[in-house]
C-alpha cells in the first residue's frame, strides 16, 4: 500500500513558539491530504483539508491564523502551529487520499 | 452535518466473536471505513463498505446497511493484539473523513 510519512514524529516546544509538522506521500502523488488532531483517549477530529496549490479548507472552530498549512507540491504537506500554548499538546495526525485515505504515523507535540 | 455514534467500551474473551456498531447520520457518503487504532499509533485500515452487504476479510468482516445509517464491524477468533480502538469512519461528498469517537475493545484471556 501507499506510505505516508510524517516529521517529526515527536517534539517538545516552549510555549510561544512554532513548530512546523511535515507529511509527505513517498510513493504517490496526493491532490488532497487532511490533518487530523487527537486528544487522550478521544477520537480523531479533522482540522482542515489541505489542497495542493490552494488554500486549506478548514473546519470549524480550527484557527487558521494558528494553525497555518502549506501544501505546495503533491507529495508535501506542512502545518505550522504558531504561538504554542499547553492546550495545543496532541497526537497531530496526517493523511493523503489515493483511492483510500492513508495515514502518516503521527506527531506527538507537547508544549510546556 | 455528520453524526457518528459507535459503543465506547466493549470487553470479550479470546478465541470469542464481538460485533462493534456504528449508526451514522450524514448528509453526503462515499462510503464506510474502519480503522483499528493501537494507542499511540497512526490508524490502520481495516475494510471499506461503499455498497450494502457484507465484506469479509480473513477475521475481520463489516456489514453495510446506507437505508438504515448502520454497519457493524465483526471479529472472529479474537486474539488479545485485538485489543484496540476501533474507529467507525464516513467518508463524505467531498472526500472528507470523518471519525466516530471510537470503541475500545479489550480482549481478556
Given amino acids: ?112 | 452535518g455528520q453524526n457518528i455514534d459507535q459503543p465506547t467500551e466493549m470487553t470479550a474473551t479470546e478465541g470469542a466473536i464481538v460485533q462493534i456498531n456504528c449508526t451514522y447520520q450524514t448528509s453526503g457518503f462515499n462510503g464506510l471505513f474502519w480503522y483499528q487504532q493501537h494507542a499511540g499509533e497512526a490508524p490502520t485500515f481495516l475494510s471499506y463498505n461503499v455498497l450494502d452487504g457484507l465484506e469479509e476479510k480473513g477475521r475481520f468482516s463489516s456489514f453495510l446497511s446506507r437505508s438504515k445509517g448502520y454497519s457493524y464491524l465483526l471479529l472472529k477468533e479474537l486474539q488479545m493484539k485485538d485489543s484496540a480502538s476501533y474507529l467507525c469512519a464516513i467518508k463524505g461528498g467531498n472526500n472528507d473523513m470523518r471519525f466516530g469517537a471510537g470503541t475500545r475493545l479489550t480482549v481478556k484471556p
Avoid at chain 1, 55 to 70: C, H, P, S
Avoid at chain 1, 72 to 94: G, K, M, N, R
Wanted: proline share 4%.
Fill in chain 1, 1 to 112: 500500500g501507499a506510505v505516508v510519512s510524517q516529521h517529526p514524529s515527536w517534539v517538545i516546544c516552549k510555549s510561544g513558539t512554532s513548530v512546523k509538522i511535515e507529511c509527505r506521500s513517498l510513493d504517490f502523488q496526493a491532490t488532497t491530504m487532511f490533518w487530523y488532531r487527537q486528544f487522550p483517549k478521544q477520537s480523531l477530529m479533522l482540522m482542515a483539508t489541505s489542497n495542493e496549490g490552494s488554500k486549506a479548507t478548514y473546519e470549524q472552530g480550527v484557527e487558521k491564523d494558528k494553525f497555518l498549512i502549506n501544501h505546495a507540491s503533491l507529495t508535501l504537506s506542512t502545518l505550522t502551529v504558531t504561538s504554542a500554548h499547553p492546550e495545543d499538546s496532541s497526537f497531530y495526525i496526517c493523511s493523503a487520499a489515493q483511492d483510500e485515505q492513508y495515514f502518516g504515523p503521527g506527531t506527538r507535540l507537547t508544549v510546556t
